[in-house]
């Protein structure tokens, strides 16, 4: 007797259908085991985002075939991040997101992302990517210089198709843009930063970003309310809609560590109307003290020190060094204390993963996979490069 499958409109009969599972059970152990020109091929495309050429995909085949098992693989991933697309395609849409408030790609090309790309070329070690004077700029003919006024460098460079692998030229802020050395804290005072999360407000967004970006994390799955409340600054109400317990149960669990911690970004704004980022050593920009009559017995900013108060309470699993202080003035150093965490080179890792497996780490065999690469990553330099040929070669086959 035929039978009706539901949903289709087609009729099949159980000898067919049994047929057609056995096909699909046969189908799972090639997908997982797929053999090296398969492997090579999905290993390029998920770096560099095309199809390989023949006489790559042999290199890269030949590379697994002699080498068995994982050693193989990450010698084929090398090869595959070579290509320029990995650095004009795959890496600037690994990093634009991280650039603006909507977290889109579809953004022009700015020094925050060339930056990025420039530090995965090179091997810049990434846990100098908060802190370090660093700045990448294109060599490439045709091109405006580069201003701390405006995109206009980076946008041309992406409209006129230029080779971001070949052209990109290590340089410094101080160097390029004027900005004093001390008051560089490498991604967090490029112009595409600034610009997004140093205008208007009252740079709280800075550190928002930085934690959604850099350490995987918005506030609300940081918060604490067993903080102290003294440096929550004046524009935060007490007493929201009249009711104290808002504040005691909500309000403070993220401005007691944020509020003391968004204090090293005091002499940073960004000027819209100049189109530039300003820093005025010194002097704390009035966007720390607006609002006062919120809460006039609330912390008033005197200068740009800051500390972590995340060092204790619940936040201490986000594992702050040891080496460093927990306290300090200015971006930089802060940068040093973010970057310095277990959780931001876990975050790098989970986010590379992500865009080359095409899937979040949530299965154990991920999760244990992400944690073996962070150890190599930590170990290793922090070369964010090896992490996208280790996580290439981790998932192959699926």
């Not at 009711?243 to 309000?251: E, P, V």
């Not at 989970?350 to 095409?358: D, H, I, L, N, R």
Request: glycine share 8%.
């Amino acid at each position: 007797m035929k039978v009706m499958t539901t949903g289709t409109g087609l009729r099949r009969t159980p000898r067919t259908a049994r047929a057609a599972a056995a096909l699909l059970l046969l189908a799972l152990p090639l997908a997982a085991h797929a053999g090296p020109n398969e492997q090579a091929k999905r290993i390029y495309e998920r770096i560099a985002g095309v199809p390989p050429t023949p006489a790559v995909l042999q290199q890269m085949a030949t590379a697994i075939t002699n080498q068995p098992g994982q050693p193989g693989l990450v010698a084929a991933a090398a090869i595959a991040t070579s290509a320029p697309s990995f650095y004009n395609v795959t890496l600037k849409n690994f990093a634009m997101p991280w650039t603006n408030r909507n977290a889109t790609v579809f953004a022009p090309l700015n020094d925050y992302v060339a930056t990025v790309i420039g530090m995965v070329r090179d091997n810049v070690a990434f846990n100098t990517a908060l802190s370090a004077d660093i700045l990448y700029t294109s060599n490439a003919p045709g091109l405006p210089a580069p201003s701390p006024a405006n995109n206009n460098h980076y946008a041309t460079a992406e409209t006129n198709g230029v080779d971001l692998m070949a052209t990109l030229v290590q340089g410094t802020q101080s160097g390029v843009y004027g900005t004093p050395t001390a008051a560089t804290a490498g991604l967090i005072t490029t112009r595409g930063a600034a610009s997004a999360f140093f205008i208007n407000g009252t740079n709280r967004a800075m550190f928002r970003f930085t934690m959604i970006n850099q350490f995987c994390n918005d506030m609300p799955t940081l918060m604490d309310i067993t903080r102290p409340a003294d440096r929550i600054r004046q524009d935060v109400a007490r007493s929201p809609g009249g009711d104290s317990r808002i504040f005691l149960n909500n309000c403070v669990g993220c401005h007691s560590g944020m509020d003391p911690m968004a204090q090293a970004f005091a002499y940073y704004n960004f000027d819209a109307t100049a189109g530039q980022m300003v820093y005025t050593p010194g002097q704390v920009q009035p966007k720390y003290l607006i609002n006062a009559t919120n809460f006039p017995f609330g912390f008033v900013t005197p200068d740009d020190s800051w500390s972590n108060r995340w060092r204790s309470g619940a936040n201490t699993v986000l594992g702050w060094s040891g080496s460093l202080p927990g306290s300090g003035n200015g971006a930089k150093s802060l940068g040093q204390e973010w970057e310095s965490s277990a959780t931001f080179a876990q975050c790098q890792v989970s986010k590379v993963f992500q865009a080359v497996c095409f899937r979040a780490p949530v299965s154990s065999a991920d999760l244990a996979t992400v944690a073996s690469i962070t150890s190599s990553f930590t170990s290793g330099g922090y070369n964010l490069k090896q992490v996208f040929q280790l996580s290439a070669a981790a998932c192959p086959g699926q």
